[in-house]
């Protein structure tokens, strides 16, 4: 995995750094380590109140994949990654965000 140049880390959550692990896992088994670039997190511009501002965010390169590879991309993110995480196909690259509908004190049944 690579970072586009001049995109900022600082105060990227835990929850994002595991997500980019498992990014890096995907792009492997689908042999596009080459494109596996994360070309946002903290920076650029997105829409007012977007996860990215708060470290809760990544966009990542589609570069090196035709649109059955970026969905099977998506849906193999989506897979390994747990339901608290939001998967998107954008026009020019893969949103993963970090969305949990609920708060840390409810018990899952």
Not at 47 to 61: F, Q, W
Not at 93 to 106: A, E, K, T, V
Request: glycine share 6%; with cysteine; charged share 30%.
């Amino acid at each position: 995995m690579k970072f586009k140049k001049g995109v900022k880390i600082f105060g990227v959550r835990a929850e994002m750094a595991m997500a980019m692990t498992v990014i890096d896992e995907v792009y492997r088994e689908l042999d596009n380590t080459e494109n596996c670039v994360i070309t946002s997190c903290t920076d650029g511009t997105h829409s007012i109140g977007s996860d990215h501002y708060v470290g809760l965010a990544l966009d990542v390169r589609v570069w090196g994949f035709n649109r059955e590879q970026r969905t099977l991309c998506c849906d193999m993110l989506r897979e390994r990654l747990t339901s608290e995480f939001e998967v998107f196909d954008e026009e020019t690259h893969i949103h993963i965000g970090f969305d949990p509908q609920q708060p840390l004190n409810i018990k899952e049944e």
